[in-house]
């Protein structure tokens, strides 16, 4: 890796937005499923409501996630994947891929 400012940087910086076990899953939701309702999340991954509005606002404030419409009486609204979201996907492929090869499967 080059050398480059240890407290700016682009591994820490991703890190900051999608660094937990909670984004990482979130993010899988999208890979494999396509849009998501905030109920669909909550049902799936089986998190907390607070848990679950937070990563999403997160991701959301970070351009991973963009919120559209789906109904508006009432209001309702859905997750999707943004072109930064895309662009994780080989990030949660490789997650994939490490635990299908070492990840412990007890």
Do not use: H
């Not at 076990?21 to 499923?33: K, P, Y």
């Not at 309702?37 to 998190?47: A, M, T």
């Amino acid at each position: 890796m080059d050398t480059y400012d240890r407290n700016n940087c682009p591994v820490m910086r991703t890190a900051d937005v999608v660094g937990d076990r909670w984004s990482i899953l979130i993010l899988r939701e999208f890979f494999l499923e396509g849009p998501r309702r905030f109920q669909d999340l909550q049902d799936e991954l089986n998190v907390s409501p607070n848990t679950l509005s937070g990563r999403l606002k997160t991701l959301e404030q970070a351009g991973v996630l963009s919120r559209r419409a789906y109904s508006t009486n009432p209001p309702r609204s859905e997750y999707v994947l943004t072109d930064a979201g895309k662009a994780l996907g080989p990030l949660i492929q490789a997650f994939r891929d490490w635990g299908e090869s070492f990840g412990n499967s007890d």
